[in-house]
């Protein structure tokens, strides 16, 4: 599997957030979760797609590090190389 890039990533992260509800308009990498009203269920489906998308596995206590949605990004930016 070739390195996913940035761009790759924020597109599967905000497409699944606005699945989740989140407000297309919103979603900036400065936004935060919770300001987007995205929950714990939330964030498990959505790690269960970076998952199924760039083979990254992200346990409990990463996902409880992710306040924003750049802190996502990074992580699995991270975790792809």
Do not use: N, W
């Amino acid at each position: 599997m070739t390195q996913p890039t940035i761009d790759q990533i924020e597109k599967v992260i905000t497409d699944s957030l606005v699945t989740f509800g989140a407000d297309p308009d919103a979603i900036s990498r400065d936004a935060e979760l919770e300001a987007l009203d995205v929950d714990s269920l939330d964030l498990a489906e959505l790690s269960q797609i970076l998952e199924e998308q760039f083979g990254v596995e992200l346990t409990a206590a990463d996902v409880a590090e992710i306040k924003t949605v750049g802190d996502a990004i990074d992580l699995v930016a991270e975790r792809a190389k």
